[in-house]
C-alpha cells in the first residue's frame, strides 16, 4: 500500500497573523515497507500535515490516497487501515492499558477472540505486561509511550504515522521506539515520520523532506539531498536549503 | 444545605399561590329584597379587602356570565352563597367560609342574634355552586358547607412538581461536568486526537458523548429527585408541625401517568441540557475556560425551570417556544391533568430540534477545531478588506 499526497494545503487565521499557510501545497509518496521523515524546524508544519493526513484536521485543498482509499472522501476507511503515534499519549488516566486496548481494538474493528491474544502478545512484544492493570495516570511517561503504540497498532494498520515520537523520552525510550519504527518498515507498513532531530531523521529515514514555512524544499535520499547542496552533513544540507529559501522570498 | 432552602423555598411558593387566590377581587351581589339581616352581613363582607360588592340588575344571570363572582340571596331561614363554576369555585367557596366561620364569626352571631336570626342559622352559609351548561341551565352540585366537595386538586400546587423542578438544578449541574470532560477536557488531555483517529464517523462520536452526558444528568437528577422526595415524605409526614402544609392546597402524590410523564421531561430536558452544555464547552481548549463558560449558561439553565412554578404561568401556544422552560410548563401541565395536546408535540419538536443544532454546532468546533473567534475575526477581516477595496475604486 502506498501513501500519494497531492499539493496539500491547510490555511489558518490567526488575529495577530491574517490568514496563513501552515501547509502549502506539499506533495510526496512514501512506499511499502518506506520511511518518509518530515524533517523541519518547530512551526514548519510538520504536524499540521500530519494531522490533515490522519483526518485530524480537514485540509484546505488537496488530495491525499492511501492504495486506493481517497483519505479525504473516506475518511473512515483510511483511519482504519492507519496509526497515528505523536509525542503526547493522549491517554485516559482513569483507563488501564488493557482497557484502552480494549476499547480502541473494539471500534476498530478487531474481532473479540483475535482482540485478546493481540492484546497479550502486545503486552509482550513491548513489555509492559506487569502494567498491564494499572491505570494510565499512575505509569511512567516511557510506559505510557508503550502504551500509545500498543493502541496505534493494535488493529495492525498499513500506514504508521510518527509525529515527533521521542520528544520527552529518555535514551532507553527512545531507542526502542526506534527499535519498533524499524521493526515495522520490516514488516512492509509505509511510514512518515516527522522530527526536528537531525541526527533522528538521518538514523531512521530512507527519504526526507525538508519542509520549512509551510513547503517541502527539497525532498530525496541523504545522498541526492547532499548532492543537490553541496554539503555532507544533514544539518548543513538543512541550513542550505532554509538559506536559499529565505533568499528567494 | 440544598434540601431545606428548596423545601422552605417550595413552601414559600404554595403560600404564595393560595395567598394569590385568595386575595383575589371577590365580587358579590345581594339578590332579592334586602333586609336589616343582609345589611348586616354585606357591611361585614365590605370590611374585608377581598369582597368587593357590585350592583346587579339580574344577579342569577350576571352570576351566570361570570360578570360576578357571587350573590348572597336571603332565603326563608338562611342565607345562600351561590358562587360561579367557570370562577375558582372552591377556593372561592372555602375562602368564604373560612372567613365567615373564623375571624368574624363572633361578629356575624352577633349580628343575627340582634336581627332575631336564631345562632345556628349564622353559622349555615350554603355553598351552592352552578355548573353552567352550554344551555345557560343551571345546577346546584353543592348545598352547604358541611357537604361541600373538597378543593380541587387542580388548582393546587403539586409538592412533587415542586420537588420535581427543583431537582432540575442537579440535572444541569450533573450535565454541565461531565460536558467540561467529553469536551475542553479532552483538548486539555489530547485525547481528542486520538478519538478523532478512530474509524468510527464524528456523528457517531458527538451522539456517544452527548448520551453519556445524558445519561449522568438523568441519573443525578432522578436520583436527587428521589432523595428530596424521600426527605420531603418523611417531614410532612408529620403535618402537624406545618399546619399550613397539611392543608388541601398541598398534594403530594405521584400517579402512573405523572411518573410516566415526569420520566419522559426528564429524559427530554437531559437530551436538551446536555447538548447545550456541550455546546457551551465545545469551543474551550481549557478546563479552566469551560468552566468560565458555562458559568452564564448554567445560570440561564438553572432558573428558567423554577419559573414554571409562578402561578398563571401556563403551557400555551406562546410558552411552548422557549425551550427548557416549555419542557417545565409540559410538566406542570401532566401534574394538573391536562391532556396530551399539540403543545406536547411541539415542546418536545423544539426541545429535539435545539439539541440537534447545538450538538451540530459543537460538532463543528470540537472536530473542525474551528475557533469561533478565528472564524468571525476572519470574516471580519475578509469584509474589511471588501470594504477598503471598495472605497479605493471609488
Known amino acids: 500500500m502506498k501513501l500519494h499526497v497531492e499539493k496539500l494545503c491547510k490555511r489558518f487565521y490567526e488575529p495577530a497573523r491574517g490568514e496563513f499557510f501552515a501547509c502549502n501545497e506539499i506533495s510526496f509518496e512514501v512506499g511499502q515497507g518506506e520511511i518518509f521523515g518530515l524533517l523541519g524546524p518547530n512551526g514548519a508544519g510538520k504536524t499540521t500535515t500530519l494531522r490533515v493526513i490522519s483526518t485530524i484536521l480537514k485540509p484546505t485543498s488537496g488530495s491525499a490516497h492511501l492504495g486506493d482509499i481517497d483519505i479525504f472522501q473516506d475518511p473512515d476507511a483510511a483511519r482504519r487501515a492507519m496509526g497515528f503515534l505523536s509525542s503526547s499519549t493522549g491517554l485516559y488516566e482513569r483507563l488501564t492499558p488493557r482497557e484502552i486496548l480494549t476499547y480502541f481494538g473494539r471500534l476498530s474493528g478487531v474481532a473479540e477472540p483475535a482482540l485478546k491474544e493481540k492484546i497479550e502478545s502486545l503486552f509482550l512484544a513491548l513489555d509492559f505486561k506487569q502494567f498491564a492493570d494499572a491505570r494510565c495516570g499512575k505509569l511512567s511517561q516511557g510506559t505510557k509511550q508503550k502504551v500509545s503504540i500498543a493502541r496505534a497498532i493494535i488493529h495492525d494498520p498499513k500506514l504508521m504515522i510518527f509525529d515527533e ?3 520527552g523520552l529518555d535514551v532507553l525510550a527512545t531507542q526502542s521506539m526506534h527499535e519498533f519504527i524499524k521493526q515495522a518498515k520490516g514488516e512492509g507498513k509505509c511510514i ?6 537531525m541526527s533522528e531523521a538521518e538514523k531512521l529515514c530512507d527519504r526526507i523532506g525538508i519542509i520549512n514555512d509551510g513547503k517541502i524544499l527539497a525532498q530525496g535520499t541523504l545522498a541526492e539531498l547532499r548532492a543537490l547542496t553541496g554539503e555532507t552533513y544533514l544539518e548543513e544540507v538543512f541550513m542550505a536549503l532554509v538559506r536559499k529559501y529565505e533568499l528567494a522570498k | 444545605m440544598l434540601y431545606p432552602a428548596l423545601l422552605v423555598g417550595s413552601a414559600e411558593l404554595v403560600m404564595f399561590k393560595a395567598d394569590s387566590d385568595r386575595d383575589k ?14 345589611e348586616q352581613i354585606d357591611a361585614i363582607l365590605q370590611k374585608r379587602k377581598h369582597f368587593k360588592k357590585v350592583e346587579c340588575a339580574q344577579p342569577e344571570k350576571d352570576l351566570a356570565e361570570g360578570k360576578v363572582d357571587a350573590v348572597i340571596t336571603r332565603k326563608a331561614d338562611y342565607v345562600e352563597l351561590r358562587v360561579n363554576q367557570l370562577l375558582k369555585v372552591a377556593t372561592l367557596a372555602t375562602t368564604i367560609n373560612d372567613n365567615l366561620k373564623s375571624a368574624y364569626l363572633q361578629e356575624l352571631t352577633e349580628a343575627f342574634s340582634s336581627k332575631g336570626l336564631a ?3 349564622s353559622q349555615g352559609f350554603a355553598i351552592v355552586s352552578q355548573n353552567i351548561t352550554a344551555s345557560g341551565s343551571t345546577q346546584k352540585i353543592a348545598g352547604s358547607p358541611e357537604g361541600r366537595s373538597r378543593v380541587n386538586k387542580l388548582e393546587n400546587i403539586s409538592a412533587t412538581l415542586c420537588l420535581m423542578i427543583f431537582s432540575l438544578l442537579m440535572l444541569g449541574l450533573g450535565a454541565a461536568y ?32 452527548v448520551a453519556a452526558v445524558s445519561t449522568f444528568a ?8 428521589v432523595s428530596m422526595y424521600s426527605v420531603a415524605a418523611l417531614v410532612l409526614s408529620q403535618a402537624k408541625l406545618f399546619p399550613r402544609f397539611s392543608s388541601d392546597h398541598l398534594v403530594f402524590n405521584l400517579n402512573i401517568a405523572q411518573t410516566l410523564g415526569l420520566i419522559a ?6 437530551v436538551l441540557i446536555s447538548a447545550l452544555m456541550i455546546f457551551a464547552t465545545s469551543f474551550c481548549r481549557t478546563v479552566r475556560s469551560a468552566q468560565q463558560w458555562t458559568t452564564f449558561p448554567l445560570l440561564i439553565i438553572l432558573l428558567l425551570p423554577p419559573c414554571a412554578l409562578f402561578p398563571n404561568l401556563e403551557l400555551n401556544s406562546r410558552m411552548m417556544w422557549v425551550p ?30 435545539v439539541s440537534f443544532v447545538s450538538l451540530a454546532l459543537a460538532r463543528i468546533f470540537l472536530f473542525e477545531q474551528v475557533d469561533p473567534g478565528a472564524y468571525f475575526g476572519r470574516k471580519a477581516d475578509s469584509f474589511a478588506r471588501r470594504f477598503s477595496k471598495k472605497e479605493t475604486s471609488a
Open chain 2, 265 to 270: 421531561c426528564y429524559l427530554l430536558l437531559a
Open chain 2, 324 to 353: 427548557i422552560l416549555n419542557c417545565t410548563l409540559m410538566l406542570k401541565a401532566i401534574f394538573s391533568g391536562v391532556p396530551f395536546n399539540y403543545t406536547f408535540i411541539v415542546v418536545i419538536a423544539v426541545s429535539l430540534f
Open chain 2, 25 to 38: 377581587n371577590i365580587t358579590y351581589a345581594v339578590s332579592g329584597p334586602s333586609d336589616k339581616g343582609l
Open chain 2, 119 to 121: 345562632k345556628e342559622n
Open chain 2, 218 to 225: 438523568a441519573v443525578s437528577g432522578l436520583v436527587n429527585f
Open chain 2, 178 to 209: 461531565p460536558s467540561i470532560a467529553v469536551t475542553a477536557e479532552e483538548f486539555e488531555r489530547n485525547t481528542i486526537e486520538t478519538s478523532c483517529l478512530l474509524p468510527v464517523s464524528r456523528s457517531m462520536i458527538m451522539l456517544g458523548k
Open chain 1, 165 to 167: 515520537p521521542s520528544t
Open chain 1, 192 to 197: 512518515v515520520f516527522s522530527t526536528h532531530i
